[in-house]
């Protein structure tokens, strides 16, 4: 009897074990992702890309459901994402609505990194608003700058952005950076938050406008050192986004 119930116990396990790395196997390859919002409830979706989905074929995008995208534009005071300015005129041209975005350094003054990304994306007619990028990079998450300190250089960017675009600018964060950083302020920006695990729920109770939910979906038309593509929604609907404020040269 022990012998048996030793070995049901090492099947146990080992069926456990193989079920687990099955599922493991599925998720890291994108087959099964952890989130997928509601189409009903959401049905606008987008994507954002940068130079590590390589050169796009803004087409074959468009017809996979994808409403809209934020390009990563530029990083720091002086970074230009390589492919920026071929994706930011293709996808124009292919009818989705496109907006870009910057990639915040800790370690640069705000008011020159809303100059490189001024320089670097002409504004036209219905075009998104800007995004900040405020997420951790290097040893960011275990040595965090002074919240006073990035505050600072965060409001001289986005008041930039704002003075050029006349548009208040779209602040992108990790739960994790917007507990840090945003949380209990700057209310009168739109949230654009990431949580590829679960619906993400922020620390003061506010409402988010843009969900990334994936970093692991597989799309077809591109084909960059990146097979994935990051996915996501807007809190709304279809009326709701097609109100949502773009960039209008008579105001």
Same mark, same amino acid.
């Given at each position: 009897?022990?012998?048996? @119930?030793? /070995?049901? +116990?090492? +099947?146990?396990?080992? @069926?456990?074990?193989?079920?687990?790395?099955?599922?493991? %196997?599925? +998720?890291? *390859?994108?087959?099964?992702?952890?989130?997928?919002?509601?189409?009903?409830?959401?049905?606008?979706?987008?994507? #954002?890309?940068?130079?590590? !989905? =390589?050169?796009?074929?803004?087409?074959?995008?468009?017809?996979?459901?994808?409403?809209?995208?934020?390009?990563?534009? @530029?990083?720091g005071?002086?970074?230009?994402?390589?492919?920026?300015d071929?994706?930011?005129?293709?996808?124009?041209?292919? =009818? +989705?609505t496109?907006?870009?975005?910057?990639?915040?350094?800790?370690?640069?003054?705000?008011?020159?990194?809303?100059?490189?990304?001024?320089?670097?994306?002409?504004?036209?007619?219905?075009?998104?608003?800007?995004?900040?990028?405020?997420?951790?990079?290097? #040893?960011?998450?275990?040595?965090?700058?002074?919240?006073?300190?990035?505050?600072?250089?965060? *409001?001289?960017?986005?008041? %930039?952005?704002?003075?050029?675009?006349?548009?208040k600018?779209?602040?992108?964060?990790?739960?994790?950076? /917007?507990?840090?950083?945003?949380?209990?302020? /700057?209310?009168?920006?739109?949230?654009?938050?990431?949580?590829?695990? %679960?619906?993400?729920?922020?620390?003061? =109770?506010?409402?988010?406008?843009?969900? !990334?939910?994936? *970093?692991?979906?597989?799309?077809?038309?591109?084909?960059?050192?990146?097979?994935?593509?990051?996915?996501?929604?807007?809190?709304?609907?279809?009326?709701?986004?097609d *109100?949502?404020?773009?960039?209008?040269?008579?105001?």
């Amino acid at each position: 009897m022990k012998k048996k @119930t030793v /070995y049901f +116990i090492v +099947i146990g396990l080992c @069926t456990v074990i193989l079920i687990g790395f099955l599922a493991f %196997a599925l +998720i890291w *390859n994108g087959v099964i992702l952890l989130n997928n919002p509601s189409r009903t409830k959401y049905p606008v979706r987008g994507v #954002d890309v940068s130079h590590y !989905q =390589g050169e796009i074929d803004w087409n074959v995008l468009a017809e996979q459901d994808v409403l809209f995208a934020f390009i990563k534009a @530029t990083e720091g005071s002086t970074y230009i994402d390589e492919y920026f300015d071929y994706n930011y005129t293709s996808a124009k041209e292919s =009818g +989705i609505t496109v907006g870009a975005y910057h990639f915040f350094s800790y370690d640069s003054k705000g008011i020159t990194q809303a100059e490189n990304f001024i320089a670097n994306v002409e504004p036209f007619e219905g075009m998104l608003p800007p995004v900040i990028d405020l997420e951790f990079y290097g #040893d960011k998450a275990k040595n965090p700058p002074e919240r006073e300190t990035v505050s600072k250089e965060l *409001n001289d960017m986005l008041l %930039a952005l704002e003075g050029y675009y006349g548009l208040k600018p779209i602040i992108y964060a990790t739960e994790a950076s /917007y507990d840090l950083y945003l949380s209990g302020d /700057y209310g009168e920006y739109d949230i654009w938050i990431r949580n590829v695990i %679960a619906k993400p729920k922020l620390p003061d =109770g506010r409402e988010w406008t843009f969900w !990334q939910y994936t *970093n692991r979906e597989i799309l077809e038309g591109y084909s960059g050192e990146e097979r994935f593509i990051d996915i996501n929604v807007f809190c709304g609907s279809k009326d709701e986004f097609d *109100n949502y404020p773009r960039y209008s040269e008579n105001e």
